[in-house]
């Protein structure tokens, strides 16, 4: 059986396919992916993402713009909150393995600031399953 890898990412419109692209990729390199779609109750965030996390080998974190923030120099956007509450969990957990993306203008706060900080960048939604296969054949 693959390694898994475990796929964090916001769920809006077209960012469900982005993310089911990415898993594809893995799938047909031999991994099994997991990507958290909803959860609904507590028991669903420690059923299926906190146990996710414990068995994935491999951490791929996603950043796609939220909200406008107000108040700020430069268009600045807030990340997707539940990605960015897995990547403190994951954080926890201590995963050497991982690779991460930020869309641009995505606000560095949080646990991100320091775990994300040299996230590969992209403007372009259509373009994040290739920056993923890249970086991790990049990263072996």
Known sequence: MGARVF???GQRAG???????????FTN????????????????VNAGIIGELRR?????FIDFRRELLDGTEQPAY???LFSHQELAIAYTMG???AVFFR??????????????SNATGFEDRSRVPDLVADAVQRHG
């Open 7 to 9: 796929i964090s990412c």
């Open 15 to 25: 960012e469900r396919e982005i993310a089911q692209a990415v898993a594809q990729w």
């Open 29 to 44: 390199r031999g991994f099994r992916p997991y990507v958290a779609l909803e959860a609904q109750s507590i028991q669903d």
């Open 56 to 60: 994935s080998d491999y951490y791929v």
């Open 78 to 80: 807030r990340g997707s």
């Open 95 to 97: 995963f050497e393995h």
């Open 103 to 116: 869309e641009s203008g995505v606000r560095l706060e949080g646990v991100s600031a320091y775990t994300a």
